[in-house]
């Protein structure tokens, strides 16, 4: 039993770099700042990108820092899971801090402090997959939100912002009172917060115990709060609206890439999901799946049709996303849970993508309405293009790697023959392709109706980074059989 | 030449243009259309090359070894997952037969043609350029893919370039025919998705000892690749064979386009500028014959001869409807394009015979249409251009202002009409006889035999009102052709002439592709 070893190495990481920060925000006093600031994150997040490598032979389960065997005392488990979803997190934190570097939302004395909060969310989501004890996942996801309602409601003096944080704020005591009530009854049944532990109560049960399902309800709408699946989805549309882009881009990709990793980490673990046994798993997982999934697709959808801003035109948009995660897993297969994971993939990197290209238009255009960025393609032509190119991936378009995600998925309804729900699910993306295209149809097509003046030009890196993200959307259909192998070895 | 990967470099020269345009300043004009000229002519002269060495004694169709200039290699291939019970393989895998050749040599005219239609786009011409090459190569593959996912990725590569032609350089309602045609085929695009799904489930191919679901389109023609109890199998007698069906019929349907879902066609047309107008009509309607041809009759042999008698019929009204439409309109390009809806129905109550002239009249007329109703659009492009009206009631007396320009209208008209010497004649004639030697098709062969005498009324009423009469005031500053439109209209006046004249170039090349797809459908 070692003090040391490589597992927190990413985390720790930041756990430096965010006292750095802290004292050179203090001490440094220099008009350059907050550029310096920012591009350092980058190069941080690179660098703890990189750190999760070592970590993948350290999977095991772990009591804070000692690895141990006994399951039922672990408090972490590091699995293929937890990093993959790592590798999200810190990949979307890294476009969230590109996005915002060359602009002027959040204000250059004020940069320090966003960046600080905006790590720490970053280290307590890079805990939360991993974690296999419920009041351990309680205060990570508390941690989590209490620092959301501090970014969002970031730009003090606009009113929406205000009003986002405020909703959120509301919201989420709410559903945290109910997730510890939650937790608190599991405690009283099973007299520990251990997911083993809680897993062989459940297996013990000789009737159905009503009680016990009532508080995994209440932990499970803790969880699809977070990810924003229909109908837990109210809080989503506002708080986007009144939130900085750059965390919304942030709070989009990685806040959805954690909160699923942290659902299927509860369901593989406490009822076996990847044995697709339904009997033995008492609750039936997968038609509450279907039912979800339909419904999030269905309201995200037709919510976005008519949505006048950007914003909340993405934030259904997302909510009809979620819904495909579900899918995946509703689907029953092994396939289905990797295909749910390469849509995962493929829109948590994309979504920040298309927020970041949001990011310079909107604040060169002063505004989020798809009115006011009318005809914006003739001034810049360069993000506009780039954008065109996510929102195909987000519709679905081949070659994209949105259409390769969408394909896996219908590919594993169907094979489980549920070619219904693959057939409605499919026929959706023209919904989808009604309201994407009117962003398509603003950036390109709409006569210009005031002339612009770019305040804001992109410079090299924006440029830099807008290509790659481009390439990864285009050129992730070529990575295909890689990551369905890749992941198939690992799960 | 052989491993020269010749069809690859026809799909990928506008692709290489492409990111040649990229890297140039906006305001060099002229080098961005000189490029894609030169990519597209170089694309003609391959594609007059494999044409050269092509061996029309060879069929394909569902024979892998009869298909030409092959490239086949693993694209995509999951495999080694013991526990996950499914590996499947795409392959990039092209190669070209007698039909496709026409189709691509089809393509290899008229795209160069609607570049130098293009050359006097004002309007950002660089966009315009990138989606015209990123089209021509979504074209180009959707013609020669044999594999069925790669034929799809072809086949939506095209939309959303066809979506900012029309939506940007487009007319006055623009945004709304651009949409709608987008929903239209991405609606056709999800059944086809789902098809393809459900036929590479079904499949189960042994390579290496290993058993794989297969998306190679030759492999899924034969149902000894199907699983016993797969979703398609043949021996699996549920309705999902038939839904399958019924889902790949509407995806075409739409392309093609076939009544009742025809109605993106006019708005789109109406809409597109010249050139995309062109390019739609001459190329993007054979794109759904081609796959009636190309993957539904062969998938699906035994209700293709079933539903022969419904499919003749829908055929049949395209055919009527169509042309009682045109006779109705008032704008000179919406006419042109009902007129277009009426001949794709030759080709669909040609292909539903199942006979072998119909089947060889219905993908020549196809080529024919092609090349006949690119000029029609030139034509109405030509004089928009220089009144901009299309307003039928607006024109009279052209003929004294523009001799030339009413001389290549009058080849264009009459070889729409079918008159005999000119290319349509033939294909038409074909279609009749196909559908006249099939007890199922007969009864519609002969209802759609007046839409011949309508076509007749429609065009030659617009002539008489256009270039015929009195010259109307405002026509008094007509300019007759320019060098670069008589350029654009020669080739054209001259293929229509030569395959009315000498028809067998065409069937030489596909007759032998045709026949054995015949026996193999009827079989």
Redesign the interface.
Known sequence: MSIFNFIYLPEMLIVVSIIFILFFDLFYERDNKSLILKNLSIIIFLISIIAIIPTISEQGFYIFLHKINDLHKAVFKFDWLSITIKYLIYASTIIAIIALRNSNEIKKEKTGEFLIILFSISLSMSLLTSTIDLLVLYVILETISLLSYTLSGYLKFAAKSSEASFKYFLYGAFFSACSIYGISIIYGFVGSFNYFDIKNFIISLTSSNYILYFSIFLIFVSFAIKLSIAPFHFWTPDVYEGSPISFVSFLTSAGKAVSFGALLNFILTVFEYDKFDQTAQYINWKNIFIVLSISSITIGTFAALWQKNIKRLLAYSSIAHVGYFLLGLAAGS??GIISSIIYLIFYTITNGAAFFALLRISENADSEDLESIAGYSNFD?FTSTNL?LYI?SLIG???TLG?AAK?LI??SL??NDM?IL??IS??Y??LA??FY?RI??AL???KVRNELILKRNIDLIDKISLILLSVFTIGGIFM??YL??YL?SII | MAGFPILSTIIFLPIFAVLIILLLPKRLKTSIKTISLVAFLLQTILILFIISKFDFNLSGVIKLEEFQFVEKVDWITVSNSAQLNLNFKIEYFLGVDGISIVMLLLSGIIFPISVAASWNIDKSPKGYFLMLNLLNSGVMGTFVALDLFLFFIFWEIMLLPMYFLIGLWGGERKEYAAIKFFLYTLFGGILLLLTIILLALSSSIIADGISYKTFNLIYLMDQNNYIKNGYLSILNSNHIRLLAFAALFVAFAIKLPIFPFHTWLPDAHVEAPTPISVILAGILLKLGGYGFIRILYPLFPEYSKEFAFYIAMLGSINVIYGALCALAQTDFKKLIAYSSISHMGYVMFGLASLDQVGVLGSVMQMFNHGIITSMLFLIVGIVYDRIHTREIAKFGGLALKAPIYTGFVTIAFFAAIGLPGLSAFISEAFCYLGAFNNSDTRLFGAISLSGVALAAGYMLWTLQRIFFGKLKDNLEDFQDLTNREIAMLIPLSFLVILFGIYPSLLIQMLNNSINFFVIFISN
């Open positions: 092994k396939l032509s065109a195909a378009l081949p070659p259409f394909f219908l590919w169907i094979e070619y693959a057939a499919a026929f993306s023209v392709l009604f295209s398509l149809k390109f097509i709409k295909l059989a369905i192998n198939n």
